[in-house]
């Protein structure tokens, strides 16, 4: 060994530069192509289709992308979806992104596929508009690519079609994309709506014929977003889908009832799509959880007996009548489990019986007696969860129509709150904030529960970068600052979490 050092060192050779050789050996080696090509194509399947046909040009890969087997065609990738120049030559239109797909189609081999996802606006017009800005010879080669025979609805129905007859588990076609609603929307083929391999189904934008036969045996999740339900009923859904477990239905014109007694749908998702449609009818007694947003004070529910989890997302739905907060209210009273309005003209609010609440909302003057109405409806209550959104201003609706009528006054709310809070003085134990927490207000409500809740055991503050920007010196002035408040519950903790 003495002699072999002996001589390393006599040439000049160091243990640095040996192990320095060593690194750029092993950096020089392609260790990718001794993988097994099942593997490689796993890895390229993960990856967004355009970035594994790229890798065409590697020698590790060579064609392998032709294999994979997820597809994930979206336009919104080849564009800003904020320029206006989409159907230009500085866009990537709708032609050119038809050319890439066909030819991704063309040079495919695997025999399977899981995921097929198409994601671009059908748009008729906008498909003329491009084809009138192009040159003459331009124009034969676009429409001649197609084929003799070719129409836009036409060939979108074969690139469906290589997906469905390669056994697709997961479809997802949205014809809306970042664009615009159209009065010409894409019908969709009926053989979509009878494979017995499809699990997942998520349809935007599109038309469904109403004589078409639903037979999805292996459905289990369901999104319908922007569909016309006037001539097919969600429930030939449901029913052609005997192993349904999620649904989703989103802005869908013409729903009137959803009335489910299936053991197998455990989660539905729903948002009525305007105010001028009727009531919708909600009937689900076997869901677990439920989520509705949009004008809810148009879903009427009944039987919701399973329910676990529920979500309401009411966003500048309803204004000054009264009658709408009663509607909410109805809402909240059927869920039974589950603002400032209700806590200024002294509408009562549904006592329940949650343990947890999530809650995303500004901390405007008019917000904080909403929130302290849900405070005093919640005896039950142990994890509070509070998002703070950024904004002082609300809505110009609620602006508008029923702002002016309540004079909620300056200063901290929460000083000149000394009523009852049942879950403050009995069960409320964990406490986490985020968002926009540096505010005087969010200071005021973090003062104010330490105060007050005599069972707390830990209040969690974010600070993380998603939830505020403070230099170390703010940060530090900052947590002093909580951590001096005083604290009703002796085994209270106040912690500060970057995550």
Not at 18 to 41: C, F, Y
Not at 53 to 69: D, E, M, N
Not at 242 to 268: F, I, Q, Y
Not at 484 to 493: E, H, I, L, N
Request: proline share 4%; hydrophobic share 40%; glycine share 6%.
């Amino acid at each position: 060994m003495e002699q072999r050092r002996d001589l390393d060192e006599d040439y000049g050779i160091s243990r640095r530069n040996k192990a320095k050789g060593v690194v750029e050996n092993e950096q020089q080696v392609d260790r990718i192509k001794d993988l097994p090509d099942s593997i490689l194509i796993h890895i390229l399947s993960l990856l967004p289709t355009r970035d594994a046909v790229r890798t065409l040009i590697i020698p590790s890969f060579g064609g392998l992308w032709a294999s994979i087997y997820n597809l994930d065609f979206d336009w919104c990738l080849f564009h800003d979806c904020s320029n206006n120049l989409l159907y230009t030559r500085e866009g990537c239109g709708l032609l050119r992104f038809a050319e890439y797909v066909r030819h991704t189609l063309a040079f495919h081999r695997g025999p399977k596929i899981c995921k097929f996802c198409l994601r671009f606006e059908f748009s008729i017009y906008h498909l003329l508009d491009e084809l009138m800005s192009l040159e003459p010879e331009e124009q034969g080669v676009m429409i001649g690519a197609g084929g003799a025979r070719f129409t836009y609805a036409g060939e979108v129905t074969r690139w469906i079609e290589f997906a469905v007859s390669r056994n697709a588990k997961i479809l997802d076609l949205d014809f809306l994309a970042c664009g615009s609603l159209s009065s010409t929307k894409y019908e969709l083929p009926g053989f979509v709506l009878q494979s017995s391999f499809l699990t997942e189904l998520k349809l935007v934008s599109c038309d469904v014929n109403s004589s078409a036969k639903i037979v999805m045996r292996a459905l289990k999740v369901l999104y319908l977003k922007e569909i016309a339900l006037n001539d097919v009923p969600i429930m030939n859904f449901i029913d052609g889908s005997p192993e349904l477990e999620s649904l989703t239905v989103l802005d869908c014109h013409g729903l009137r009832e959803l009335n489910c007694g299936s053991h197998k749908l455990r989660s539905v998702m729903i948002a009525p799509p305007g105010c001028d449609e009727p009531e919708v009818k909600v009937a689900c007694p076997n869901i677990k959880s439920l989520a509705i947003s949009g004008w809810v004070e148009l879903l009427e529910l009944e039987n919701l007996s399973s329910l676990q989890d529920a979500s309401v997302d009411c966003y500048d739905c309803f204004a000054s009548e009264h009658l709408d907060y009663f509607a909410v209210q109805k809402i909240l009273e059927e869920l039974h489990q589950f603002l400032t309005v209700w806590e200024s003209t002294n509408l009562p609010c549904p006592s329940n019986s949650w343990q947890h609440l999530i809650l995303r909302t500004m901390l405007t003057k008019w917000h904080l007696p909403g929130i302290a109405k849900l405070l005093r409806s919640s005896p039950s209550l142990e994890m509070l969860d509070i998002h703070i959104i950024p904004g002082e201003v609300p809505s110009i609706v609620a602006q508008e129509d029923w702002l002016p009528l309540y004079n909620i006054r300056e200063g901290n709310y929460w000083d000149s709150q000394d009523g009852s809070f049942g879950c403050l003085t009995d069960s409320l134990r964990i406490v986490r904030i985020s968002g926009d927490i540096t505010k005087d207000r969010a200071i005021q409500i973090v003062q104010f529960l330490l105060r007050k809740a005599l069972v707390l055991q830990k209040l969690v503050i974010c600070t993380g970068p998603n939830d505020c920007s403070m230099a170390a010196e703010e940060l530090k002035e900052f947590s002093d600052k909580l951590l001096s408040f005083p604290r009703g519950s002796p085994q209270a903790v106040v912690l500060f979490s970057d995550e």
